[in-house]
């Protein structure tokens, strides 16, 4: 009977395990774990370091590093609405200085109110989303020198906009994106200088829809969108526990 029970629970736990994987990363498409390389876990798409940009401690691993002077991370993924009607993309951030005061974190920008997280002096360095419009941003200012983790959801053109950082957001109606650039980037603008951020940028990820407050904040808590494999295993184990009282029962 225990040896029944321990092939049982040894299959559950496999298969529980890759079914609740497949569900939390549904949506998931890309994700750059900036671990010594410019890889991509998810979606395949490899990137590029421009201007000397590097890699320094992360929050798990490694992080891009940027210092500020034309250092940015650039992907061949196009944000634009009429390649996705609805994204999220984010990622963790541990900011050392705002030149100027203001900086561009990541997104297709290229110079209109496109698709990007930034950090901007109209909005006293408070993080805002591009939405097609000027607004004020209701956000806490960037706390330097500490890992935060930063979002932005678009629902879509005409719809809401939600803008997430360190476990508090802001949502933005009336969003009217362009077209940007048909490339990501992290760091900065590649049509304009002075526009960079000094600091770290570590899991770096896109999903193809927008995500709710809560899901972003449920990323937050696990550090990164791919969930943890011991909490999938104790799920597992508990549906396995579950299984085998059942067959006890009958």
């Known amino acids: 009977?225990?040896?029944?029970?321990?092939?049982?629970?040894?299959?559950?736990?496999?298969?529980?395990?890759?079914?609740?994987?497949?569900?939390?990363?549904?949506?998931?498409?890309?994700?750059?774990?900036?671990?010594?390389?410019?890889?991509?876990?998810?979606?395949?798409?490899?990137?590029?370091?421009?201007?000397g940009a590097s890699f320094g401690a992360g929050?798990?691993?490694?992080?891009?590093?940027?210092?500020g002077a034309r250092q940015l991370f650039t992907a061949a993924v196009d944000l634009s609405p009429s390649n996705f009607a609805s994204v999220t993309f984010g990622a963790w951030v541990n900011i050392s200085a705002i030149p100027?005061?203001?900086?561009?974190?990541m997104g297709h920008d290229n110079g209109g109110y496109d698709r990007s997280l930034s950090l901007h002096?109209?909005?006293?360095?408070?993080?805002?989303?591009?939405v097609g419009r000027t607004y004020t941003s209701t956000l806490p200012t960037v706390t330097l020198n500490e890992w935060k983790f930063l979002a932005a959801s678009y629902a879509g053109n005409g719809q809401v906009t939600t803008v997430?950082?360190?476990?508090?957001?802001?949502?933005?109606?009336?969003?009217?994106?362009?077209?940007?650039?048909?490339?990501?980037?992290?760091?900065?603008?590649?049509?304009f200088g002075?526009?960079?951020?000094?600091?770290?940028?570590?899991?770096?990820?896109?999903?193809?829809?927008?995500l709710s407050v809560d899901e972003l904040r449920a990323i937050e808590r696990n550090g990164t969108?791919?969930?943890a494999p011991a909490t999938l295993a104790l799920f597992g184990l508990g549906l396995a526990g579950i299984g085998y009282s059942r067959r006890r029962k009958a």
Do not use: C
């Open 164 to 191: 997430y950082y360190d476990g508090q957001s802001q949502e933005v109606s009336n969003t009217a994106n362009s077209n940007g650039n048909n490339f990501f980037s992290v760091g900065g603008l590649s049509n």
């Open 225 to 227: 969108p791919v969930p």
């Open 1 to 51: 009977m225990f040896k029944q029970f321990k092939k049982h629970l040894a299959a559950t736990v496999i298969v529980s395990s890759t079914l609740i994987s497949s569900a939390a990363n549904a949506g998931l498409i890309h994700l750059w774990e900036a671990n010594g390389n410019t890889l991509d876990s998810i979606g395949g798409v490899a990137g590029t370091l421009q201007g």
């Open 194 to 210: 002075g526009h960079e951020i000094n600091g770290l940028v570590d899991n770096v990820f896109i999903f193809d829809e927008a």
């Open 100 to 105: 100027n005061n203001r900086g561009w974190v």
């Open 121 to 130: 002096d109209s909005r006293f360095a408070a993080p805002a989303a591009g």
């Open 59 to 67: 929050l798990s691993g490694q992080a891009f590093s940027f210092d």
